[in-house]
């Protein structure tokens, strides 16, 4: 396939205007909220009942990768598409993707750290401050322009997140030491910087993707690279034989429902991974940080109603500095599209006066 043909790939896969955009974006940020929500809740009840593994959190996250052969495989078979899974999967992708993928096993490592020792609510809300590295390296990676908009939606969640810090030493769980508690939540900001890093370069190297199940593909061998890494922390830390000694011995809710939350773990983080992937293809790292950024406001919600975290004063302004950041943003935007389609009019017509001129000469 020449260039030409590809980047009309591009433009058809991204367009607007494609009749199949707009479901492929809703099914992807359902997912994202579906997979978002239930894997942060499920990773907590896996610590609450003395799951202690944190490479066993971390396998979960990436585990799922053979569910990806779904999008990958089924449009093809359902002749959906002309083009075969993998044709066109060069070198140089296969080793970004297997470099992108331990970046992002890192990440989920230190995001399985931040989660077993923080509140939901809080890990949630620290998380919230990866939109902050996200507009800078998405500016310094793919060219961001940062807007009034974008740059007080940051601005509010940093403060969100400052201010949630300087009330740490009041919302421990029981038996945590201060020592610990800081732990988790350095683990939690770096696992959000990572975040924030893998987001605008995967951006940079969807620009030279032409369709959605190529994203898939790519997303296959990061997650098969972030497996093999959770595999290797887990040998060394006695491999998967602990794993039944902790579902019958150590686990408080008995085996059956040991390899339950496993297996929901294993297929919400899936669903997630899926919904990022999609969302940062069809829009932008930003829009895809921002999107999860809100769903953060979710999982601190669903962190008070599931476990019963505490939420006083201090998360409830937090919470509501998150939503001012958020609809900052989302009305940045909205203004933003509406200048283009002002412009773009106006080209237009431009056009036209211009055709009529010489149509009369």
């Known amino acids: 396939m020449n260039d030409n043909s590809t980047q009309l790939h591009i433009e058809d896969h991204k367009s ?6 707009l479901l492929l974006l809703v099914v992807n940020y359902v997912c994202l909220f579906l997979g978002s929500v239930s894997s942060t809740l499920l990773s907590k009840f896996y610590f609450i009942h003395k799951g202690s593994s944190r490479w066993v959190s971390t396998w979960v996250q990436t585990a799922g990768f053979p569910l990806l052969v779904i999008p990958i495989y089924l449009p093809y078979f359902l002749k959906c598409t002309e083009r075969k899974p993998f044709s066109h999967f060069t070198t140089k992708i296969l080793t ?3 470099f992108i993928g331990i970046m992002l096993g890192i990440n989920n490592l230190l995001f399985s750290w931040g989660n077993s020792y923080l509140p939901v609510s809080t890990s949630s ?14 500016a310094l990676i793919v060219k961001q322009k940062i807007t009034f908009s974008n740059l007080n939606c940051v601005i509010l969640l940093t403060l969100s997140s400052v201010l949630l810090a300087m009330a740490s030493s009041h919302d421990k769980p ?7 508690y800081f732990v988790g939540f350095f683990c939690t900001i770096g696992a959000g910087f990572l975040f924030a890093l893998y987001l605008p370069v995967m951006e940079m190297v969807y620009k030279k993707v032409y369709c959605y199940q190529m994203v898939m593909e790519m997303q296959l061998v990061m997650e098969v690279a ?9 040998a060394m830390d006695g491999g998967f034989s602990d794993m039944k000694i902790e579902s019958s011995m150590v686990f408080d809710k008995g085996p059956t429902l040991y390899w339950i939350t496993v297996f ?7 669903l997630c991974f899926m919904g990022t992937a999609g969302m940062v ?11 999860m950024t809100a769903l953060l406001a979710m999982n601190v919600f669903g962190g008070v109603l599931v476990y019963g975290d505490e939420f006083g004063g201090v998360k409830v302004v937090s919470t509501a500095l998150c939503a001012w950041g958020f609809c900052s943003y989302i009305y940045g935007l909205y203004v933003q599209d509406k200048e283009e389609k002002e412009k773009e009019k106006k080209n237009n017509l431009g056009s036209e006066m211009v055709l009529t001129l010489n149509d009369s000469v």
């Open 16 to 21: 607007k205007k494609n009749k199949s955009y």
């Open 281 to 291: 293809f069809l829009t932008s790292s930003l829009t895809g940080g921002i999107c």
């Open 125 to 138: 809300l620290l998380l919230s401050s990866q939109l902050v590295f996200n507009l800078i390296l998405s």
């Open 226 to 234: 972030a497996t093999a890494l959770a595999c290797i922390g887990m």
């Open 174 to 180: 029981k038996g945590l030491t201060r020592a610990k």
């Open 96 to 98: 970004l993707s297997i």
């Open 264 to 270: 929901f773990n294993v297929l919400t983080w899936q």
